[in-house]
């Protein structure tokens, strides 16, 4: 059974950082594109950034300079590394996961994560 667990959300003072973990079992991320999304109370879920095996990346313009993915395959764990906070950041973060090239399209990915809430105040 595949799972991705996120953790590392919280509550946080704008300009602040967070940095989230996706961590997976039952399945070896080394060959995935994993991507982050979120999802705002009464907004689509949208894309914020994908790392593909290769780790090449690929990022919202909306976080582009603020935020960085990357990938640890030895721990089976991606990371999202956030800077800069803004309240428009709030949202449930979701990890999710593909075997194949990067998409900033959800339903391309298979296997998602439960999420993580982050909370930016002003």
């Known amino acids: 059974q595949v799972q991705l667990v996120e953790s590392g959300g919280g509550l946080v003072l704008a300009g602040g950082s967070l940095k989230l973990s996706c961590a997976a079992s039952?399945?070896?991320?080394?060959?995935?594109?994993v991507a982050w999304f979120r999802q705002a109370p009464g907004k689509e879920r949208e894309f914020v950034a994908a790392i593909g095996w290769r780790s090449d990346t690929d990022y919202a313009e909306s976080v582009k300079g603020r935020f960085a993915i990357s990938r640890d395959n030895a721990k089976n764990t991606v990371y999202l590394q956030m800077n800069t906070l803004k309240p428009e950041d709030t949202a449930i973060y979701y990890c999710?996961?593909?075997?194949?090239?990067?998409?900033?399209?959800?339903?391309?990915?298979?296997?998602w994560g439960q999420g993580t809430q982050v909370t930016v105040s002003s």
């Open positions: 039952g399945r070896t991320l080394r060959t995935d594109a």
């Open positions: 999710a996961a593909r075997s194949a090239a990067i998409r900033q399209v959800d339903g391309a990915y298979d296997y």
